[in-house]
């Protein structure tokens, strides 16, 4: 049984800055006078913030939300070397600054979660909070086989619309990027991250994901400082796509805890 889901049908504005030598896109959703939290959307490896449209839509009614593509990713511009991850927090950091956007709410699905660890690590300013929606890569299973294996199990509990909106973005970011920023996300260690994350952090993960595993989402979440775990029942690997209602039912009642 797949998720319900919600397509991201209309056009959400946006906005272009540029950072160093790279053109950062976004989309944002944002209310003229509105004082509250703003949210950080960081897609997964491979994508754009189309696959955070979704998520978007439901967050705005309480959060202005910016939701970047990362630099050789959508929209955004291509470097001429592959970022690693490193390099992507470092340069969505400086996005950040140029934005003039501190002290925000950070979500972001699987290798998303890996670029906020990163970046809450080093650069701590910039966040309050975190969400972390099924964080890669489990240790527990850091090989090509096993992570191919899992992603595959992944697509019956995802709606339809998802796996051409992926195609697409895969298509953009061309195979040897892909590939090279997947290398660079398996050898990334997000567990040795987590404990130097003193933020409050609610690590999120879908009842069905074969991707993170209930051992390691448990895991994750008592590494975690100030970590909290919620499970959507039912809901694959993209809970930011498949279950956007719930997803934001979760985080308003973290964020105002």
Known sequence: MRAAGAAPS?????????????????????????????M?????????????VPAARYLFPYFDVYAPDLPGFGKSGKPNHVFDVTELAATLAAWMDV???????????????????EMATLHPHLFEQSILVGPTIDPHARTTLIQSGR?????????????????????VCRPTRL??????????????????????TLVVRGGRDPIVSQR????????????????VPGAGHAVNYNSPAKLTSLVRSFVQS
């Open 99 to 117: 934005l003039g956007l501190t002290r925000t709410v950070a979500l972001g699905n699987s290798f998303g979660c890996q670029v906020i660890a």
């Open 216 to 231: 390691w989402a448990e895991e994750a979440a008592a590494l975690l400082p100030a970590g909290a775990l919620a499970v």
């Open 40 to 52: 950080l959307l960081v897609h997964g490896l491979g994508l754009s913030s189309r696959y955070m």
């Open 151 to 171: 992603l595959l199990r992944d697509i019956p509990w995802e709606p339809p619309s998802l796996l051409p909106l992926n195609l697409r973005d895969y298509a």
């Open 179 to 200: 590939w090279r920023t997947y290398r660079f996300a398996l050898n990334d260690a997000i567990e040795q991250k987590l404990p130097s994350m003193s933020l409050p």
């Open 10 to 38: 209309q056009v959400v504005p946006s906005i272009r800055a540029q950072v160093a030598s790279t053109v950062i896109h976004a989309r944002v959703m944002r209310r003229p006078g509105r004082r509250g939290p703003v």
